[in-house]
């Protein structure tokens, strides 16, 4: 029988795994494709149709739209009073802060935050920069960019990858960065050559059939470069020293390829395998001018009149016919009553307001956590990272706590750009913020002088940094919802209690993304619509 020699796709599975230990997530997945195993190229699945609101829902059945008050200015915040706006909806936005937005935070010139530390900041950023503290990307199927449209927002491209900028661990020994073409190349070089090596010597014979090895050897020698005798030996995917160009200069290429010893030994294939990521895979976009382009959209669409910002909120009481909720603002206590609430407040902050509500409510709320992360904006004179390095956007991975380095995606060949100094997480977004503003810049040009050379310091025209954690009114970067936002725990918050809905990206599957807030609130949304009319 032809599938006699077909052996068990649990055998299958193992030698791919083996693949993913040895080259990372990118190795395995290509693997699969040569093997024919690899999901076929298709459109992402969406979420389920979402069905806008409008008017003519209470006109056709004979009832009146409610009085809704939202807690919480932020994108999920906001996205519940305009869709239930669409409506007819009264709805009221209380924002603790002087902005909406929420996490969505543009710092521009003249700019202005005082942290949790005391540390006051005024940006000093010039005419047309920018940078984008919280969220900075979306990806092509999140419904961020379906917002975007609809708000008449417009996009430019994120470049999230870019194969000239650089990789440097130092704790690896590294003395100078690597181009990531380079680091790329060699990495899957020599992957490719061990496994080819292995499968003409016979290694796999129990794990695939001689087809499949036929198959696995020719997709090798593609992808990993491969010479006639199943070597890596470097070649142009490395890069060059001089560039090909007229006559009389066929072009120099990267010589001193490192042995796969070094290459493993450098850790530089760990930063590979997040392109194969759903969310960060490219394309991916940013609005034209700043990412909070969305929420003053937003905000214009739901009318400014309808939103109180400076309001902190100090109680929310379900009154079983309706909603009160209690808040400072210009120094007063004033209240606000209403049908119906959206609570879109992080849940840790949340947690410190006083309700009735119940216990499992509370529960829920302290159950999900808080996680810090931390970026600064370094502006400089000129944009000696196109001109003396020929890189245009992306990022720069390095194991020094600075993580990333992001170049600007935007306002390439002008005069001045922002380049994103850290985008660090956990302990070291901690210790970034302990020190003073002065003190993280020196930190963070310091790891990226080791990198870029002393342009790094000498081009510098100021800097801003912003610390989530540390941030009044959201103490948090993004949260952690151990068991997932579908856990028993939770089911508080999943459904109403009482006349109280909650929305947010930490009851989503995307938290941290702008994606969940929008989904998170229609999911609200559609519940409060739907129960309005049966009622």
Known sequence: MADAQYRSGDSRRAFLRKVGVSGGAGAMFATMGALGLAPSAQAAQREEPFRGLRAGDFSVSGRGAAKVVVVGGGIAGLTTAYELGKAGYDCTVLE????????????????STTDLYGN?????????????CGPARIAQWMVTLDYCRELGVPIEVFTNVNADAYLYNESAGMTKPVRYRTAKADVYGYVSELLAKATDKGALDKELTSDDQEKLVDFLKDWGALGDKLTYEGGERRGYTT??????TPGALLGDVPSASEVFASGVGRYFSFEFGFDQAMLMFQPVGGMDQIPKALTKAVGAHRIRTGAVVKKISDT??????????DGRT??????????????????????????GVQS?????????????????????????????????????????????SHGFHGERGVVVGYYNYGDDADSYAKLTPKAREARAVAAGVKIYGEKYRSELATSFSHHWRQTPHLEAAWHDTPGGPDDPRYKPL??????????????????????????SARKAVTALHTRVLSS
């Open 320 to 329: 079983g016919r309706g909603v009160s909720v209690t808040y400072a603002q």
């Open 334 to 359: 004033r209240v606000v009553e209403a049908d119906y609430c959206v609570a879109a407040l992080p849940p840790n902050i949340l947690a410190k307001v006083p309700h009735n509500l119940g216990s």
């Open 364 to 408: 829920a709320l302290e159950a999900i956590t808080p996680s810090s992360a931390a970026k600064i904006g370094l502006e400089y004179r000129s944009r000696w990272w196109e001109l003396d390095h020929g890189i245009y956007g992306g990022i720069t991975e390095t194991d020094q706590d600075v993580t990333h380095i992001w170049h600007p």
């Open 494 to 519: 999943n459904e109403p209690t009482g006349r109280v809905y909650f929305a947010g990206d930490w009851l989503s599957y995307t938290d941290a993304w702008q994606h969940g807030a929008f989904t």
């Open 243 to 248: 560039v090909p160009a007229a006559a009389g």
């Open 96 to 111: 603790a802060r002087g902005r909406t937005g929420g996490r969505n935070f543009t710092v521009r010139g003249g700019d």
């Open 120 to 132: 006051k900041q005024t940006a000093r950023f010039s005419d047309g920069q920018y940078m984008n």
